[in-house]
């Protein structure tokens, strides 16, 4: 996967001038030690130059994680630690940060050894909080070595979304297709997550995609595609100009990425896509995403922003499926009921056209768009990607802004069930427990549009921090039955 970050977190530790140093030292050292000992060492550093105490410590050991290449931030607070310059690490470090302390070694070492860093954890909240400074405090933060080892480690997945965000530009094409109101993208919202967006016409990727015409590089781009798809290779005919608008697409990148590390795509796939350009997107869409550049649908800025999340915590292709369709009960009573823990509402349909990835599908094969060839002629339908989503974990999430502007979230952890759906498109058998209720009091009650991002095994819980390190004042999750929500009715 490349479009997506590799996070080295520089170790800081803190010390309050009126505890030992050494504990600070001592214990930086076993922490560090316990963390390549389980994990290797290649995205930690260890900050020698010095224990912070001070301000004037603290620009050093700024300058050190910087020297060495750090783009993430621990502090780490081997006793009660200084509420001022800790705080100050995280307030001028130029990245995502977290915070975790040290529990105490053993019952011989409460006179002389005592670091009372379980106390100093609420200052260094209650200063940030002061301040303004989000960073990432775990749920347990104070722990041994091993244990803040593990939270480091915890730490990546979110490390890379929040950093991953700040470094993002997502490119749009075209206004949203008449009747996708509820994909509605207000930019402000982007802005405050540190997301560049440049907004085209489809008219101007249109006249660059017309430029491309006879590419040197599109026949070897074809034969990949070819291979890629295999016995699946229902639309022959149409891989030259598939591959066009593949290399249209990764010249705009290049071209207008600017100063930014990473893109994502929100891409116009109709109404008058497929006439003008005589094929459907879908497929070079699910190529670009398999490579860990989201391309969503519709012109999803928001659904897009959502996969590039998910790309950066699960470090593997993410798609975009509509909320789409319940599940037939005789298919449910055939297959789900008695064979898997599922209610018939805990179970949907998750689907979109064929954007998903064909390495997480079931015989991906290449045909033509079934809903649009409805209106339209079969041959200007053509490219789009079908089969069913391979069965296993997933999670069921999204970032949005609201209309009015308020930044809000959902997560959930679920499965793909091997089901056949016996129908188009890339599409799947989703379970996710208390699913009915979710969608009526989570989904439905906040005006959530009905694309979600889906990521393949359970992240929820580096999904639901990434959510609360990036301020989303709503994170809405599947409650679990006995766990009413504030407007479910108890009667």
């Known amino acids: 996967m490349n479009n997506i970050p590799k996070i080295k977190v ?17 214990r930086r050292k076993a922490l560090v030690k316990a963390y390549k000992e389980k994990y290797g060492g290649d995205d930690v550093y260890e900050c020698p130059v010095c224990i912070v105490e001070s301000e004037t410590q603290m620009v050093q050991a700024l300058k050190d994680v910087k ?13 009660f630690g200084p509420e001022i310059s800790e705080t100050l690490l995280a307030k001028h470090f130029d990245g995502p940060v977290m915070f975790c302390a040290a529990a105490e070694e053993g019952s011989g070492s409460l006179m002389d050894g005592r670091g009372d860093a379980y106390c100093g954890m609420l200052n260094a909240s209650y200063n940030l909080k002061l301040r303004g400074v989000r960073a990432y405090i775990p749920e347990q933060p104070v722990g041994t070595a091993e244990e803040c080892a593990d939270l480091i480690r915890g730490f990546l997945p979110i490390a890379r979304a929040v950093y991953g965000l700040s470094h993002l530009k997502i490119i749009s094409f075209g206004p949203r297709p008449q009747n996708f109101l509820a994909c509605n993208a207000p930019i402000e919202k982007l802005y405050r997550l540190g997301v560049e967006i440049e907004e085209n016409s489809e008219l101007d990727l249109y006249e660059a995609f017309l430029k491309h015409a006879g590419d040197e590089r599109i026949p070897s781009v074809a034969a990949d595609m070819a291979k890629e798809l295999g016995a699946g290779n229902k639309k022959p005919e149409i891989l030259e100009k598939l591959a066009q608008y593949e290399i249209t697409l990764l010249d705009w990148i290049e071209a207008h990425k600017g100063y930014r590390e990473y893109v994502a795509i929100a891409g116009k796939c109709w109404p008058a896509f497929q006439t003008m350009f005589g094929f459907v997107p879908c497929y070079v869409n699910s190529r670009l995403t398999g490579r860990g550049i989201p391309v969503s649908c519709e012109v999803d800025i928001y659904g897009c922003l959502s996969e590039f999340i998910g790309a950066c915590v699960s470090e593997d292709a993410v798609t975009l499926l509509d909320i789409n369709n319940t599940v037939p009960r005789d298919t449910y009573e055939a297959h789900i009921a008695g064979k898997f823990p599922y209610r018939l509402s805990d179970t949907f349909m998750g689907f979109h056209c064929g954007n998903t990835c064909s390495r997480k599908l079931c015989n991906p094969t290449m045909k033509f768009q079934k809903i649009m060839a409805r209106s339209l002629p079969v041959e200007v339908t053509n490219g789009t990607l079908e089969g069913d989503i391979v069965p296993g974990d997933i999670t069921f999430y999204r970032l949005q802004s609201t209309a009015d502007g308020h930044l809000y979230s959902y997560v959930a952890e679920g499965e793909v069930l091997p089901v056949a759906t016996n129908s188009f498109g890339s599409i799947g058998v989703f379970a996710i427990r208390e699913m009915g209720r979710f969608y009526r009091h989570v989904l439905i009650e906040n005006g959530f549009p009905h694309h979600g991002a889906v990521a393949f095994g359970h992240y929820g819980k580096a999904i639901f921090e990434t959510f609360k390190y990036l301020g989303a004042e709503k994170i809405g999750y599947n409650r679990p039955a006995g766990l009413p929500y504030p407007t479910e009715d108890p009667f």
Do not use: W
Request: with cysteine; glycine share 10%; hydrophobic share 40%.
């Open 10 to 26: 520089g170790i800081v530790a803190v010390s309050r001038d009126c505890f030992p140093e050494r504990l600070s030292v001592d």
């Open 67 to 79: 020297e060495a290449g750090c783009n993430a931030l621990c502090v780490y607070l081997g006793n």
